[in-house]
């Protein structure tokens, strides 16, 4: 029996810093879009879903996953490990991929990466979404993948509301750089060396970071939807830092 592996993406219109911004522009579609279009091009996973709050404000999400033809499941707003242990149960996952949709540049081949080394590894969570013990990865091309079992786990112990909130906190601190739980193990791969750059952060959580990814959108997209993080690195370097410094420099 194969293990059944089941991204998902979650996603709300409610941002406190960045309201909206699942739907915000990138290349002429809503951000999410663009991720959901770049993560069904992974070869190791088996179905994708978007997990959305049940609320009224969140319909709109509801008609991206029906015009991008993916998986909807609909939950708790604050609670993400109700959420995702829901979604999990309801599609049948023995592992569980977990994407923010403020992650608009998920690497598919990377992400079939953590997938790969997770099925062979006795870990409860592994992951490229960020760096973790020095893996040496951009913060935002990778994802998590989580034993169904532990999160069962999770979800029934857990009862501190930030970490219910946010479903990495039951097994990584990123921040601090620690397992947090003995228990649960914790594994990651190494970054290639030709895009090793732990310093280059590719989330959407303010406006300033939008129109940072705006930019790679705009300049990319439309030479090459395909574009790999290499081609972000070359923009970044040859284009992005020296523009900013001509800027600078005014």
């Known amino acids: 029996m194969t293990d059944k592996v089941v991204l998902i993406v979650q ?10 911004k699942s739907l915000m522009d990138l290349a002429g579609e ?38 991008y033809e993916v998986n909807l499941y609909r939950g708790s707003e604050d609670d993400l490990v109700d ?20 992650n608009p540049m998920p690497e598919p081949s990377e992400i079939d990466r953590i997938i790969e080394y997770h099925k ?21 091309i990778g994802a998590e993948m989580i034993d169904f079992n532990a999160l069962e786990t999770v979800w029934r112990e857990c009862k501190n509301p930030e970490w219910r909130e946010h479903v990495h906190l039951n097994f990584f601190n990123y921040i601090d750089q620690k ?11 190494e970054c290639p ?19 940072f990814i705006k930019q790679i959108y705009d300049f990319l997209y439309h030479k090459d ?7 972000i690195l070359n923009w970044y370097d040859s284009i992005y830092l020296k523009n900013k410094g001509l800027n600078n420099e005014i």
Do not use: W
Request: aromatic residues 8%; proline residues 6%.
């Open 11 to 20: 996603a709300r219109m409610g941002s406190s810093r960045l309201p909206k």
């Open 30 to 67: 809503p951000l999410v879009g663009r991720l959901i279009e770049r993560v069904k091009r992974c070869q190791n996973v088996d179905d994708i879903v978007l997990a959305i709050p049940n609320t009224l404000e969140n319909d709109p999400l509801e008609d991206l996953a029906n015009c």
């Open 83 to 102: 959420r995702y242990y829901q979604a999990a149960k309801e599609f049948n996952a023995s592992i569980v991929g977990r994407l923010p949709a403020d």
């Open 120 to 140: 062979k590894s006795n870990n409860a969570f592994s992951s490229n979404l960020s760096e973790v013990f020095n893996n040496g990865y951009p913060d935002g």
């Open 179 to 189: 397992q947090v739980d003995i228990k649960f193990g914790v594994g990651t791969i």
């Open 193 to 211: 060396e030709n895009f090793r750059r732990p310093e280059i952060i590719l989330d959407v959580n303010t406006q300033e970071q939008y129109e």
């Open 225 to 231: 939807p395909y574009f790999h993080i290499i081609d």
